[in-house]
């Protein structure tokens, strides 16, 4: 037989365990969305950390058993999680509490908001919106509500709190905005009942809150807004809780100042009159994975960009101390000191600590991907 009649042999049983490999994926799925279903009849959370981890364990280990690479197996499994998590995610979730009489959301049929009208309404709660034409009949709107959420940009949400001065006094209050300082406060002069910051941290486009995380900010009687905490935890999502003034403090570094950094960045490059299509085409997957990063921020809202960064003027000194000590290493190289720029790199390395190499791992992972979706 020769070498086209063997290759064509060998090809055609590919096919077949190919073939196989999908009818198993199939019906993989078809049994964690029944494992879904019997989750939402009893509010158990999507995610579960634990059992993930434990399964990828075992598996891993009869990988290794079987001759084949741990990473490729990990890899499989966690994309399939992925799917699974979207097939559990469409069977709908429990009602924490069955009393909640409505929500409204303000802002609903923003792309934020819509992200909450729609997991409410999949928990059979009855769910209201107030957009800006509706507000001179928000006053009847407002009533009987037990959670009100202020989903409006940021240069409005401060206002709109203000207005929001009488409602029912055990009516949970919130506002999901990524400053927390400022609209806390309002929320407390404004309403006498429970008030709680929140800030989502994703962007409109999640598909559910498996895996993300909501920082919540206490204002006033948490014992009363628990259950709103734990519908979020049903969902899937984790709740990371801090004091206001912390979590302004750290989103200044998190995201205002790498907004900025990016924006800038982006900025020079257009400056500079640099051919994108050329720089893709020459990156490796790490420079490309950069450039992704800058490029998907200038396909958004610049106004919701220009919100979060003009938000906390106390941002802009964090900001300028940022640009001190680039200009500082600028002059490292500009002096051909290069011995100081190395020490200034192992200092940083060393107060990454044990960091430094998590997250070569985890970017390790996140490069395979970025160089598959390479054409």
Not at 6 to 18: A, F, G, M, S, Y
Not at 36 to 45: A, H, I, R, T, Y
Not at 100 to 120: A, S
């Amino acid at each position: 037989m020769d070498i086209g009649s063997q290759l064509t042999e060998l090809r055609d049983e590919i096919d077949i365990i190919d073939g196989q490999l999908v009818e198993l994926l199939a019906k993989r799925r078809a049994v964690t969305t029944k494992v879904g279903e019997l989750k939402s009849q009893v509010g158990m959370p999507i995610y579960a950390p634990d059992r993930e981890e434990q399964l990828i364990k075992l598996r891993r280990e009869q990988a290794l058993n079987a001759g084949l690479a741990p990473e490729l197996i990990e890899d499989v499994l966690r994309r399939l999680m992925r799917d699974s998590y979207v097939s559990q995610d469409a069977s709908g979730y429990r009602c924490v509490n069955p009393k909640c009489k409505k929500v409204v959301v303000v802002g609903g049929k923003g792309q934020l908001g819509q992200v909450f009208v729609d997991l409410f309404n999949r928990s059979n709660y009855q769910v209201v919106t107030i957009e800006e034409e509706d507000w001179l009949n928000s006053e009847v709107i407002l009533q009987d509500s037990s959670v009100v959420i202020v989903a409006v940009p940021i240069r409005l949400t401060n206002t709109i709190i203000q207005q929001l001065n009488n409602l029912p006094h055990d009516c949970i209050l919130a506002d999901v905005t990524s400053i927390k300082e400022q609209p806390l406060t309002e929320m407390l002069n404004a309403h006498t009942g429970p008030v709680v910051g929140l800030h989502p941290m994703f962007g409109p486009d999640v598909a559910g809150l498996i895996k993300q995380t909501i920082i919540a900010c206490e204002g006033r009687s948490p014992e009363q807004y628990q259950w709103l905490l734990e519908q979020f935890q049903v969902w899937g999502a984790k709740i990371y809780s801090t004091d206001a003034k912390s979590h302004d403090q750290a989103m200044g570094m998190v995201q205002v100042m790498r907004h900025f950094s990016t924006i800038a960045y982006g900025y020079h490059l257009m400056a500079e009159g640099a051919d994108i299509s050329q720089l893709v085409e020459m990156s490796s997957p790490i420079y490309r994975l950069e450039l992704l990063m800058v490029g998907r921020l200038f396909a958004q809202d610049p106004v919701l960009y220009s919100d979060i960064i003009f938000s906390n003027r106390e941002n802009i000194a964090m900001m300028k101390r940022f640009a001190h000590r680039f200009l500082e290493l600028l002059e490292k190289v500009e002096s051909d000191d290069k011995i100081s720029f190395v020490n200034i790199f192992n200092d940083v390395s060393q107060w990454f600590g044990d960091y430094a190499d998590i997250f070569l791992q985890e970017s390790k992972a996140m490069l395979l991907k970025a160089n598959e979706l390479k054409k």
